[in-house]
């Protein structure tokens, strides 16, 4: 009987797990040094300074004719300028050429521009008269030229760590000779499918079911920037569990298993793990609902995720738990992590049950003239329906019993792909007020 | 003096660019036949219709006793129930297993229930006694119980062609043994630096200056659903243009060349492109500013998108005419593809040059009790710098002169990235209202 209590869900709350996690776990963001090229999406983990000014000449916005513009002072059509044409840098190279009174150099896009230059006309606004060319207006000082440093200053911290590097932030790197930069590593995280009646084996589907599950997670897990590594289905065996879930720790950062962690006789993720002596149980059940039976222990310090079968449900304990921790490694905050637009609830929403737990209710967004409007997708917890039909999901906070039609709420998309999805749908991106 | 009059721009709005394009282009959304594995963020070429009923029997959602609703209907604490326990289910298979009067059988989570049973008792709510269980309140009928097609029924539209692709439908599909899925091909998408003072290999930089726009471009590409292909950058040589342009083309949808396409003397892209015979011109110069010189041609039917080189105005020509072909290509929508925030500008902003463009303007976002606010960060075309501080764009349409401290406007996120990079800062995501 003590086994059986034993079994029994203890709720606690998400962010009480997590802060647990954080605690007792080795887990934390891991700094690599990864190929600049390869670096899209990944997190910094040092601050980039600007090592030299850009640019590093003054050099031509266009090609033209390079002037000191205190020479064009009194240039009119009535009163046209001459100057001569004493040189022409026609490539992008170093060189010591000046110009003197009266005399200009022709300049490429992009070229150091000679000493005592300070302004460029572009070719299209002189009249070329074999060796000089004529100007009809004045020209201000900087025109068509970057000085040296006015892009960017040598010493400046251009992005900081904790930033995410962008396809600009990869040029700039590439642009200034750094081909490696410090970024924390994307979290590989193990997942596992637990059950007799699944195979991970399309041939062997005969009789079995496929395990499709950790395939759908494996997704969220890439889409959040972590790195999905999938394990064969293990049936409800007590050794083979243990086995793939120790063998699975050793590579990675964290382990998933999905189903197997209710209340029946063949849920034997719980009490399995929660028993090994290197096992320290940080929640045995979650306050949200759907997902309640989600539960988390560490093993040598690393958290496995054990994510109830049920659709609804591991998205819920994925939602909650899998992606804030996958933040966590990457150096990026753990609160708020899914991207959401404000929209007006369309039915009233009763959710008496669970009345201490987030609950978790899934939606599908439509727009009206005043915005996004969100009908509630209703549905037990096993169903794929709902969540192929809804674009998002919203928190109902604990001790409310009752959405009212018309009320405005925060609607969470699942991922980026979801976000797409609603972007490509509606044309056009509204977020909450 | 011909030849220098042709080489001059004679720009079209993008709409009007982009129109021509399609109107007189071999570009079009390709279907392809992809694994469901690979499927995610693809676009849907097919309706998905549900081909069998889902579940396809009625079946258990917990661990427990299946009963017959109306046999429960007097059970109390005071009147327990008791029922013979006359088979097991223990494992998800196909049985023909029935229950009479006073009869249950225990079954597991997702295993289907004996016929005329109609409610599930979850295992912790009954008490067992030998070959008997007790049941202390009534079932209503359905209770833990999914019925047949309550999920998803046979013959429903699950999934629009033009839907994209999200971890839940690849879920759906492979649950309902679908392996392969059609969906629209993700353009492929040539990319050449041009420019004599360029090299493609960090070895050779030595006084050359590494390509790196054409890096830069490449991830916007794979962010709106493109695939980039780099090419090795080109001099400013007419036949090496044509040579690397026309190859370029055998083997992908689109071209686009950086740099090279202004008026200078090495500005030889259009000239060279635009009067080979099998080139139609569709663009000298576009109304936008950045990226006024960007220019289109079509040769053998498929576009070659010009762009300058300034980083400023590449980024210009791609948000312009570049992503609008990739999502065009992918059978999505070619307007508003940008991820917005609803933004107050703090500083008054002038743009009285080229007043009938459409002018662009790179933004920095913060927050403040409000909501978002944008600080616009100026610069010349040439410059990194904003681009690095910036979040965003902003669209000032023609003939506006002026947009005053304290308006809304929108601002519009350069890829999925940034949205993340705001995202991660910011902690939450807020929209236009």
Chains 1, 2 share one sequence.
Request: charged residues 25%; neutral net charge; hydrophobic residues 40%.
């Amino acid at each position: 009987m003590d086994e059986q209590i034993e079994k029994y869900f203890k709720y606690t709350s998400p962010d009480e797990a997590l802060e647990r996690i954080l605690k007792n776990s080795r887990l934390s963001p891991r700094v690599i040094d990864v190929s600049v090229h390869e670096s899209l999406g990944y997190v910094l983990a040092e601050d980039i300074v600007s090592t030299i000014p850009i640019p590093i000449d003054n050099i031509a916005h266009f090609d033209g004719y390079a002037v000191r513009s205190s020479d064009t002072l009194k240039a009119s059509t009535i009163n046209p300028l001459r100057l001569k044409v004493v040189g022409r840098i026609d490539s992008i190279r170093e060189h010591n050429l000046d110009i003197k009174d009266g005399e200009t150099v022709y300049v490429v896009t992009g070229a150091k521009i000679p000493k005592n230059a300070d302004a460029v006309i572009p070719v299209e606004r002189v009249r070329l008269l074999g060796e000089y060319i004529e100007i009809l207006e004045p020209v201000k000082r900087g025109e068509h030229v970057t000085f040296r440093g006015a892009d960017i200053d040598g010493g400046e911290i251009i992005q900081k760590k904790g930033d995410i590097v962008r396809p600009q932030t990869i040029k700039y790197l590439l642009d200034t000779g750094r081909y490696r930069v410090k970024v924390y590593d994307k979290p590989r995280v193990a997942l596992i499918g637990i059950g007799d009646e699944l195979t991970s084996n399309i041939e062997e589907a005969n009789g079995k079911k496929l395990e499709t599950s950790s395939i759908m997670v494996s997704y969220y897990v890439k889409e959040f920037g972590g790195v999905p590594i999938r394990f064969e289905a293990v049936p409800d065996s007590p050794s083979q569990i243990i086995k793939t879930v120790k063998n699975s720790l050793r590579e990675n950062d964290i382990c998933v298993t999905i189903g197997g962690v209710s209340l029946g006789v063949r849920d034997l993720c719980w009490t399995t793990l929660s028993k090994l002596p290197e096992s320290m149980p940080i929640a045995r059940g979650l306050k949200v609902q759907p997902g309640r039976a989600t539960s988390v222990v560490l093993i040598d310090g690393k958290p496995v995720i054990m994510l109830p079968g049920h659709i609804q449900s591991t998205i819920s304990g994925t939602i909650n738990i899998l992606v804030p921790l996958i933040s966590c490694m990457q150096g990026l905050p753990i609160k708020d992590l899914f991207p959401r637009v404000r929209a007006e609830i369309v039915e009233d929403l009763t959710v008496r049950e669970y009345i201490s737990f987030t609950r978790i209710r899934f939606v599908k967004l439509a727009k009206n003239r005043d915005g996004f409007i969100a009908k509630p997708i209703l549905g037990d917890s096993s169903m794929i329906g709902p969540l192929i039909s809804c674009n998002g999901f919203i928190k109902i906070p604990e001790k409310i019993e009752k959405i009212s039609r018309g009320s405005k709420l925060d609607v969470y998309l699942l991922s980026w792909s979801e976000l797409l999805y609603l972007f490509s749908k509606y044309n056009e991106w509204t977020g909450p007020s």
